[in-house]
């Protein structure tokens, strides 16, 4: 029933089909997880289970209530509306990043998954109109880089004249790695492109039809106040993706305050760390790095320098993982540019993990548009989205055995967007920063998760506009205004995802301190970091539970 979880678990089933997203699918795959569930509780008596048996059996059942929850409010979550994760630009995203094609039926698969696009694409329209239909729209913005990104999507060659279109070009060169390898003649990868190239043309008219149904919808598309308030029922569907994204039951009240808070302590340890390096506080150790590197245009040169430079960082930091992790990442991991038809000025780097065979290497996707950064951002950024943040995460988590398979595929925001976090101030422990300015630049990133905590609610709860928001993101996240505008956009159209980054840091921080205290010398920091790291992605509060049994066990 996920063929493309499928895929991304490295598996073949249904390697030539994509998800069903219409409602009759939803709700075949609800239906499927209830009776499911029914049939664990009838069959296993969760006491008798094993401590990791008993978290499987809680995270399995309590996907049911995560899946209750995400149908009731399915209006809200329309495929065109995310500026993350919009249907029109994920499907070509999968076929060129997570589509392996090992061999002459790899893609033939590959072909019918573009022949199928058309389908699903015609089910996002219907969709988004059953949405619009309850007062639900994707604001203007969105609906602009929908009809932008689909336009990129099918230009070029074998659409229109000029370079290769982004399938196309990924087309050619799957097909190229095979007659490389041997796997293809060159007869064969004629043919084989032929089919390819009849596949691609098929999509044209689907994403036409994209384009028509955005620029029907741009006269009316909303913007100014657009978070969840201002949506019928809003209230009720932020407070249920704060649950779903958490994985707590704090309120939109709870988490801003809580992002105030760790703003106003984040800003004291930047004028403290600034004072160290002979400034008078942070706004004048931020006004002197601006003069050494005032932003700059991107170039292909600056962006060839960066992805070398990043690629460098993260394998520096990889020879450092012994003396803090047993468990450690086996397959590559690569930076590399983000895609066209879905890189924007100031977006948000992303990464996702390798496949079970590591066939397909763990990847950090940057967007390499508008204007540079400060080079010290580039470390922070790396533990994050790289090791030992989410790529070790997702390595180690695709290659767990006597696991259920659904826990090599499942994942939760505040767990992985936590860990992640986290490892960020790791690796000031690990020795990974060369100078201050790296540290600094550190504080600065989690000034700046800390900032979305207030924004996201501000957002959603209290009314706040884009541009009060975007003013924020700036002055207190200290944002460039591309990158600001990026951010609170991605905000706008994923309620709440963007607070479980600091929700999360801050849950295995506490847990890290409450597990050193009660084992004083016995505690031991590879230990925790392979308990936290090595089952998979899970809820804090199955989390919580997994660690106080640790620390039970090792008393």
């Known amino acids: 029933m996920r063929p493309q979880l499928a895929t991304r678990l490295g598996l073949k089933e249904g390697e030539d089909q994509l998800d069903d997203i219409s409602d009759a699918g939803l709700l075949k795959r609800l239906e499927w997880r ?47 509306y995310s500026f993350l994760y919009s249907v029109h630009s994920e499907l070509p995203n999968f076929l060129i990043n997570t589509h392996v094609a090992r061999d002459r ?44 990104g689909s336009r990129t999507i099918i230009t070029g060659a074998p659409f229109t004249d000029g370079p290769d279109s982004p399938l196309w070009a990924d087309a050619k060169a799957k097909v190229a790695k095979l007659t490389a390898a041997g796997k293809a003649t060159p007869a064969e990868a004629e043919a084989m492109l032929a089919d390819a190239k009849a596949a691609l043309l098929s999509i044209a008219p689907a994403y036409q039809r994209v384009i028509a149904w955005g620029e029907a919808e741009l006269p009316t598309a909303p913007s100014g106040k657009v978070g969840a308030i201002s ?4 209230a009720d569907w932020y407070a249920a993706a704060l649950k779903l994204n958490t994985t707590t039951d704090m309120t939109a009240e709870q988490v801003h305050k809580t992002g105030l808070a760790e703003v106003k302590r984040i800003e004291a340890a930047q004028d403290a760390l600034a004072r160290q390096a ?18 700059k245009p991107w170039t292909d040169d600056l962006r060839a320098d960066y992805l070398a430079r990043a690629n460098a960082a993260i ?106 976090l986290y490892t960020e101030a790791l690796c000031k422990e690990m020795g990974v920063y060369p100078d201050v300015a790296a540290d600094f630049m550190r504080l600065d990133a989690e000034l700046f998760r800390a900032a979305r905590l207030v924004v996201d609610t501000g957002i959603h709860a209290q ?5 009060q928001a975007v003013d924020y993101m700036i002055k207190t996240g200290r944002r460039p205004p591309d990158q600001a505008r990026s951010e ?51 809820p804090l509060s199955v989390l919580e539970r997994r660690v106080r049994d640790w620390v039970a066990g090792r008393k």
């Not at 790899?106 to 058309?118: G, K, S, T």
């Not at 949506?231 to 809003?234: E, I, Q, T």
């Not at 988590?397 to 925001?413: A, D, S, W």
């Open 34 to 80: 209830r009776a499911s569930v029914a049939a664990m509780k009838a069959q296993f008596d969760r006491a008798k289970l094993s401590p990791d048996a008993q978290a499987n059996y809680d995270i399995w059942a309590l996907e049911l209530d995560r899946a209750e929850v995400s149908y009731r409010f399915r209006r809200y979550q329309p495929p065109f």
């Open 105 to 148: 039926s790899d893609m033939a698969a590959y072909d019918a998954r573009l022949r199928a696009i058309p389908a699903v694409l015609d089910t996002a329209i219907a969709q988004s109109k059953l949405s619009a239909v309850q007062g639900i729209r994707a604001p203007r913005f969105e609906v602009e880089r929908v009809i932008a």
């Open 231 to 234: 949506l019928p029922g809003g």
């Open 488 to 538: 609170v956009r991605r905000y706008i159209t994923l309620p709440a995802q963007a607070t479980g980054y600091k929700i999360g840091m801050l849950k295995i921080m506490a847990l890290r301190a409450e597990a050193e205290k009660d084992l004083g010398p016995k505690f031991d920091i590879r230990g925790f970091h392979d308990l936290v790291v090595g089952a998979g992605s899970m």
């Open 278 to 295: 002979g400034f008078a506080d942070r706004q004048a150790f931020y006004d002197a790095r601006a003069k050494l590197y005032p932003p």
């Open 315 to 420: 394998a520096h930091t990889r020879t450092l993982l012994p003396q803090w992790f047993g468990l450690l990442p086996a397959y590559k991991v690569e930076v590399v540019r983000e895609p066209a038809f879905s890189e924007v000025a100031g977006g948000a780097a992303h990464a996702a993990g390798p496949s079970p065979d590591g066939t397909r290497p763990g990847r950090v996707y940057v967007h390499l548009l508008g204007q540079t950064d400060d080079p010290a951002d580039l470390y922070n950024l790396m533990c994050h989205e790289g090791i030992p943040g989410h790529v070790l995460q997702g390595d180690i988590q695709v290659r767990q055995t006597g696991t259920p398979k659904f826990r090599k595929g499942y994942g939760y925001v505040a767990y992985g967007e936590g860990w992640a």
């Open 463 to 467: 009314g706040w506009t884009e541009d």
